[in-house]
Structures are given as structure tokens and as C-alpha cells.
């Protein structure tokens, strides 16, 4: 039995005893008997938006269980090293071997994705194809 069946039971047994309505015991019990089934109401309209709630939540989490898996799948079964544009790193305190673009080297370091150890990368050589270069750095 919910709480608004409940309720509404309470309000039929009171209603079955025909109490003189004048009386002021009957105005208080009459009272709180509106009080349960107002707070019946409420509780279940929490219960209503709490079951929506938890539907929302699973399908978030349901999502961001699919996103953590194309992310983290991406960089323990990477093949983009087999392109030209990826270099491949080693993380020298998990030993993870990583992809990593061009972009990232030049920003200098990287955290690893999976012991968060900063990578840093540094070029004190330049790499140009004759080495010329007009850069003094």
C-alpha cells in the first residue's frame, strides 16, 4: 500500500465514524488528516521526479562509460603511430607507450593518460633538412 492509499484510507476510516463536525476533536483530527494527504501527495510526486532522476543519471553515466572507453581504448589500442604525423613516446614511469601528434611537441609536455606524469619534451637541436637554420634558439 503507497502512502497516498494510506492516506485516503485513514481519511475513509474517519470519515466512516460520523463525528459531530462542530466538535473541536473532529476539526483536529479532520486537520491532520488533510495534513497526511497533502504530505502523501508530495511524497509522491518526489518519488515520480526521484524515478526520473535516476533515469537521467543512468543514461549519463551510460554515456560518459562509452566516451571513457572510446578515449581510453583510443590510446591503448592506437595505431595513428603507424602514421607519419604521430610519434610514439614512452612514459618512463608507467612505461606506457603513447601517440602523441605534432602539435603536442611543440607545446612541450603532455601528461600521461595513464599515471598523469608530466612529459616534458625538449629540442635543442634544430631538425631542418639542411641544417640551416636561421633561428637562434
Aim: charged residues 40%.
Amino acid at each position: 500500500m503507497t502512502v497516498t492509499e494510506k492516506a485516503a484510507y485513514l481519511k475513509g476510516l474517519a470519515e466512516g465514524l460520523n463525528l459531530d463536525a462542530e466538535k473541536p476533536e473532529t476539526k483536529l483530527f479532520n486537520a491532520i488528516i488533510d495534513l497526511l494527504d497533502d504530505l502523501s501527495l508530495t511524497v509522491a510526486d518526489l518519488d515520480d521526479e526521484v524515478a526520473v532522476l535516476n533515469e537521467q543519471i543512468d543514461a549519463v553515466d551510460e554515456d560518459l562509460e562509452d566516451l571513457e572507453e572510446f578515449v581510453y581504448d583510443e590510446y591503448e589500442d592506437c595505431d595513428c603511430c603507424d602514421d607519419e604525423d604521430y610519434f610514439e613516446v614512452k612514459c618512463p614511469s608507467c612505461g606506457e607507450e603513447i601517440c602523441i601528434d605534432e602539435d603536442i611537441l611543440e607545446e612541450g609536455s603532455i601528461n600521461c593518460p595513464n599515471c598523469n606524469e608530466l612529459l616534458e619534451f625538449d629540442f635543442d637541436e634544430c631538425d631542418c633538412c639542411d641544417g640551416d637554420c636561421d633561428n637562434d634558439d
